[in-house]
């Protein structure tokens, strides 16, 4: 592919890296590229971070035909910057085009954008331990007209943000409300994408669960009420009397995680039993009352591996594992950092360096 480059001529200045947070600092450049049905992907550049134009009409701003990828480079020892499976977001960020009706990207020319404009932003992956670059690749349409039609006009953009931890936790547990009124997904819609309009339908019990002092919700399937989902930003995973359980994909209602397949795999590979099934809300708080529940923790790119220390359920609080991070999630957040940060071997070969 042929992509065209133009110098940011003001570049800025990374912040002090202990003060990063998640997704607030932006690097000097961005990926663009263009999509019209007639000449398809075309005019890929990457040009000076900053506001793009956009037709107060152009159908995104009206009709939510948004989608998005999340992933990381990370900085090694040696200085040498690497991607974890990027070729999992090229074909997520399609499953998810194919179901908003959006045009696909080429999985190729996905990874080589994604590789080209990290490279040249390669100075503003940090160097402390547990930052690293965040890529936020995303693809939208353009049409300038309001009546409900297919998608003839896109853009593909790809942002990175210098970020820290997603939760100011850290590796440190979290507070997690099980929300019992809004529903995220349901059967046959969308919960399985990363689009923006998932996002937009969590805000309000988002809110709700911060205003208790939770830090997100952890969502209840849209048809029952009753089975388990993921949270706001992560796949869940818990311990439950010796096993590690978490919520099937098949329902399609879920995010099917990376981090979630990582996970999965890298268990397996120790022998350690993992279940994917329908796992009820009374289950769990069974689980938890009788002291079976061993370990809750969420897994995500932003998230890592985020140990939940509380759930908040119909107006109880049930303490996991005396709020400390247990065995399983710190022997996962180890393997999985350790790959990622070239410190430990990648028996998988997940690492990709740009
Ligand atoms: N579930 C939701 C709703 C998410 O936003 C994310 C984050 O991307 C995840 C799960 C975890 O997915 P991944 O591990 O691919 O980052
Ligand atoms: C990610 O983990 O990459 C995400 O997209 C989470 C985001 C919703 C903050």
Not at 19 to 42: A, N
Not at 108 to 129: G, M, N, Q, T, Y
Not at 326 to 338: C, I
Request: net charge negative; with cysteine; proline share 6%.
């Amino acid at each position: 592919m042929q992509i065209s480059f133009t110098k940011n001529p003001n570049p800025g200045k990374m912040p002090p890296e202990d003060k990063l947070g998640f997704g607030s600092v932006f690097s000097d450049h961005m990926f663009v590229m263009d999509y019209t049905d007639e000449k398809k992907w075309h005019n890929a550049r990457i040009v000076p971070y900053g506001p793009i134009e956009i037709n107060p009409a152009a159908s995104v701003l009206h009709y939510a035909n948004e989608v998005f990828e999340g992933m990381k480079a990370y900085r090694w020892a040696d200085d040498s910057i690497h991607l974890f499976r990027p070729m999992e977001n090229a074909k997520r960020i399609n499953i998810s085009a194919e179901r908003i009706g959006l045009p696909e990207i080429p999985t190729d020319i996905f990874v080589e954008a994604v590789r080209e404009v990290v490279k040249v932003d390669k100075d503003w992956v940090p160097h402390s331990e547990g930052t690293s670059l965040y890529i936020r690749p995303f693809l939208f349409s353009l049409d300038p007209e309001l009546a409900l039609h297919g998608i003839h006009e896109a853009k593909f953009m790809i942002i990175l943000s210098p970020s820290a931890s997603y939760f100011a936790e850290g590796i440190k547990p979290v507070k997690i409300m099980l929300e019992t009124e809004d529903v995220r997904a349901v059967r046959g819609g969308t919960g399985y994408t990363k689009c923006g309009g998932n996002y937009a339908a969590s805000n309000r019990a988002g809110d709700r669960a911060m205003a208790k002092g939770y830090s997100q919700v952890l969502w209840l399937d849209g048809v029952h009420r009753k089975y388990i989902e993921e949270v706001g930003a992560m796949n869940v995973m818990f311990k439950i009397d010796g096993k590690v359980v978490t919520p099937s994909l098949e329902n399609g209602s879920i995010l099917g995680g990376i981090t979630r397949k990582s996970c999965l795999e890298v268990l397996r590979s120790w022998g350690v039993p993992a279940e994917e099934r329908l796992l009820s809300v009374d289950e769990l708080i069974g689980a938890a009352e009788s002291g079976k529940l061993e370990e809750a923790f969420g897994t995500g790119t932003a998230a890592v591996i985020s140990p939940i220390g509380e759930l908040f359920y119909n107006n109880k609080k049930y303490t996991v594992n005396g709020f400390k991070i247990g065995p399983v999630a710190q022997r996962l957040y180890d393997e999985l950092t350790g790959i990622q940060w070239g410190k430990k071997p990648d028996p998988f070969g997940w690492t990709e360096c740009v």
